[in-house]
């Protein structure tokens, strides 16, 4: 029988301890790579230091921190009293209005009271009011109205348990921006300026939903209403999230943070650190372990032990702008469940999968369908739009389906990526165009429906259909000029032009899909003359 808990303080000890070997003579900076994230090169650093407390607190916070060692916790110490000392050559520095170390401040405030013997009460007083200066930044600044505001309610409950600062009026600010976040059906979009342009990725929504329920066991006594309400979406967003993982343990992956990997998963590890049995345990048992098989099987480490960017395998171009080779420490969020002793039920128990198949499922939230099989869940997509400083926005975001088996492509500029896209551009030639905004778009129990432009004088409306063993595509295209267009199915699957039954393969170079280095997409390519046309195809699964 495996030992879950068990192996995984071991993986998380030996990522520790290959992080250390890049650390700062005091512990507060531990960098692993050049930097290149958009923001100053210190806060990547701190999130090599700040990131892997999500493990090594849930552990802590179960009494068997020792396990980890008395030198990483030793090394941990001691960054903090430097990160926060304003007079040390290694402070963190002063923050401002949006900036990264918020993010970085959530891990690290949690692990003062998750692992208080081993942390918060082996500080002297005057370090504990550094550490309270320092982190009491977060509410002298303005925040980004996303799941960054869960960061700052994070920090308030902690100092709300440790006698810190607490600032209610931020807690009161920031739980309304979450409920103007939060959809009927359980899930959460990152953002809502733009109703049209609402950005849901493969790891936001469980992001949202892994705060909440943090959230609700720090703040409930104080706040018996927000925890409430927080536990209620959980628990919806479970019924859903549920089937996002096929029977192998791959999730569907589309969007951005495609670099914290597995943390998409982390929605699971925390129903376990906050005893919230949301499924029965076998169920959430299963989601956690065949998540951790599948992964066991990728390439996610580097040479030293750290872990790489990329998805499942090193692949640099998914890191996005605020991807430092540090980010992907993130992942350490799959540790929440440390907290639980080996004797609980999601450890030792037994494990299940999802008794039934999901069959079709509207998501309006997401802006999406569920479709496929327990072999590989399909999500149908109409409502998406990446923000427009994001590289690749387009395939990360604009494809009309993505699936766990298949993957899809990230273009290097060399060319299109015509997986799941119907590209657009005018018989003349140039650049291929796709759907990176909806006009609007509309989500029904049994299709979806966007309305889109690729460019000044085309309109297209793309309706989605599930359909056994695929899906179909109805594309309906007025435009002023000729055009050329390319629409592709899955890698390495079928896609058959229902009015003309005819299909072509387009051949893709190394490094460009997400889950394998060699891919090939089948590809229609039509040519349309000035007017209105009808396009029917059939993609199959």
């Given amino acids: 029988m495996t030992d879950w808990r068990g192996e995984s303080i071991l993986e998380l000890r030996d990522w520790c301890h290959a992080l250390g070997r890049h650390a700062s003579p005091s512990g507060a900076l531990i960098a692993i790579g050049p930097p290149c994230g958009f923001y100053e090169p210190r806060w990547g650093a701190l999130q090599g230091f700040a990131r892997p407390l999500w493990g090594m607190a849930a552990l802590a916070a179960s009494g068997d921190g020792s396990l980890l060692g008395e030198e990483l916790w030793d090394r941990w110490r001691g960054g903090f009293v430097a990160g ?83 600032d209610w009026k931020r807690l009161e600010e920031d739980a309304e921006v979450l409920e103007s976040l939060a959809g009927d059906d359980g899930w959460s979009v990152d953002g809502n300026s733009n109703p049209n342009a609402r950005t849901v990725d493969h790891y936001i929504p469980s992001a949202f939903q892994t705060y909440g329920l943090i959230l609700a066991e720090m703040l409930g006594p104080a706040r018996p209403d927000w925890a409430a309400r927080w536990m209620a979406r959980a628990a919806k967003f479970a019924l859903d999230w549920k089937w996002f993982v096929n029977s192998d343990g791959a999730q569907i992956a589309w969007g951005r943070s495609l670099s914290y990997r597995w943390a998409a998963g982390c929605f699971w590890s925390a129903c376990a650190f906050t005893g919230q049995e949301i499924l029965p345990w076998p169920e959430i048992a299963w989601q956690w372990r065949s998540q951790k098989r599948w992964w066991a099987e990728k390439p996610l480490l580097r040479d030293d032990g750290c872990l790489s960017i990329g998805y499942a ?130 989500v029904a129990k049994d299709h979806c429906e966007v309305e889109w432009s690729p460019f000044s004088g085309v309109l297209v409306t793309s309706t989605l259909v599930p359909a056994e063993n695929g899906h179909r595509c109805h594309h309906r295209i007025f435009s002023s000029v000729h055009l050329e267009t390319l629409e592709g199915g899955f890698p390495e699957k079928g896609i058959v032009d229902e009015i003309e039954q005819s299909r072509r393969f387009f051949w893709l170079q190394t490094g460009h899909n997400i889950l394998r280095e060699h891919s090939r997409i089948p590809v229609l390519r039509r040519w349309l003359p000035a007017g209105t046309h009808e396009l029917r195809s059939f993609i199959a699964h």
């Fill in 313 to 442: 395998y090193p692949l640099s171009r998914i890191g996005e702008s605020y991807i430092a080779p540090e980010s992907p420490y993130w992942l350490c969020k799959i540790w929440l469940a440390l907290r639980q002793p080996a004797s609980h039920a999601f450890w030792s128990g037994p494990e299940s999968p999802p008794s039934e198949c999901p069959g079709v499922r509207a998501l309006p939230t997401a802006g999406g369908i569920l479709c496929g099989s327990a072999r590989n869940p399909v999500l149908l997509l109409a409502g998406q739009c990446g923000p427009d400083w994001m590289a690749g926005r387009e395939e990360r975001y604009g494809k009309f389906a993505y699936d766990t088996v298949h993957g899809f492509h990230l273009s290097d500029g060399s060319g299109p990526t015509p997986d799941n896209a119907l590209l657009i551009r005018p018989q003349s030639g140039g650049p291929w165009f796709g759907r990176t905004e909806s006009r609007s778009w509309s």
């Fill in 84 to 166: 926060t000392h304003p007079a040390h050559v290694e402070y963190w520095g002063a923050t401002h209005d949006n900036c990264q170390a918020f993010v970085e401040m959530a891990p690290l405030a949690l692990s003062l009271v998750w692992a208080r013997r081993e942390l918060w009460d082996c500080f002297r007083p005057t370090e504990q009011d550094h550490i309270f200066e320092w982190l009491s930044q977060i509410n002298a600044h303005e925040i980004h109205r996303n799941n960054w505001r869960c960061f700052r309610m994070l920090v308030n409950a902690v100092f709300l348990q440790l006698g810190g600062p607490v």
